[in-house]
T-cell receptor, first 117, second 112 residues
Framework: GAVVSQHPSWVICKSGTSVKIECRSL??????MFWYRQFPKQSLMLMAT?????????EQGVEKDKFLINHASLTLSTLTVTSAHPEDSSFYIC?????????????FGPGTRLTVT | KQEVTQIPAALSVPEGENLVLNCSFT??????LQWFRQDPGKGLTSLLL?????REQTSGRLNASLDKSSGRSTLYIAASQPGDSATYLC???????????FGTGTSLTVIP
């Protein structure tokens, strides 16, 4: 089956620093990747949608200058949290969709736990 | 805007019992619906995917049904086991666009 990996799985950083999270599709080409944020005991909140080679589309209320998304290849998307603050602490999950699949099934990464101190 | 709701928010059952989780959505113009499982602190595992033209999908002890016209889907779990304890999420993909809309989740606890 399709596998999506995320790196790192958890990260602790100091307030004011930037953190980069990678999302990779290991055995398929992901024409579209999605970045979600999840707070404890809550559902997933879509942050942005990225298509390979084009700018990401951000959801309302998500600061694009703070959450930089790059989808440089069909197997890699990165989310950079710039000038992180404690309120950015959360569980970040990416997913990838195989555009060649007729069913547009989403495959999710294992998530990245970000803690900003 | 599509809104997806799951009822109940939490469910606790004894081992061996059959159970049903519910998912409802406001806009019936969907391309597909997906059920996921999430363990604490982990990512999502896809359980079943139902296309809009399908009425149900089965995988092992799991059966998902879809009634698009009424905006409902159910996930049936037969002979529940403690290992089934997790949060179950449904998500719908509209006919237009590629944004998935997630439900609020049902936290399931199966008591040994």
């Amino acid at each position: 089956g399709a596998v999506v990996s995320q790196h790192p799985s958890w990260v602790i950083c100091k307030s004011g620093t930037s953190v980069k999270i990678e999302c990779r599709s290991l055995d398929f080409q992901a024409t579209t990747m999605f970045w979600y944020r999840q707070f404890p005991k809550q559902s997933l909140m879509l942050m942005a949608t990225s298509n390979e080679g084009s700018k990401a589309t951000y959801e309302q209320g998500v600061e694009k200058d703070k959450f930089l998304i790059n989808h440089a290849s069909l197997t890699l998307s990165t989310l950079t949290v710039t000038s992180a603050h404690p309120e950015d602490s959360s569980f970040y999950i990416c997913s990838a969709s195989d555009g060649r699949s007729h069913y547009y099934e989403q495959y999710f990464g294992p998530g990245t736990r970000l803690t900003v101190t | 805007k599509q809104e997806v709701t799951q009822i109940p928010a939490a469910l606790s059952v004894p081992e061996g019992e059959n159970l049903v989780l519910n998912c409802s959505f406001t806009d019936s113009a969907i391309y597909n619906l997906q059920w996921f499982r999430q363990d604490p602190g982990k990512g999502l595992t896809s359980l079943l995917l139902i296309q809009s033209s399908q009425r149900e999908q089965t995988s092992g002890r799991l059966n998902a049904s879809l009634d698009k016209s009424s905006g409902r889907s159910t996930l049936y779990i037969a002979a529940s086991q403690p290992g089934d304890s997790a949060t179950y999420l449904c998500a719908v993909l509209p006919n237009t666009g590629n944004q998935f809309y997630f439900g609020t989740g049902t936290s399931l606890t199966v008591i040994p």
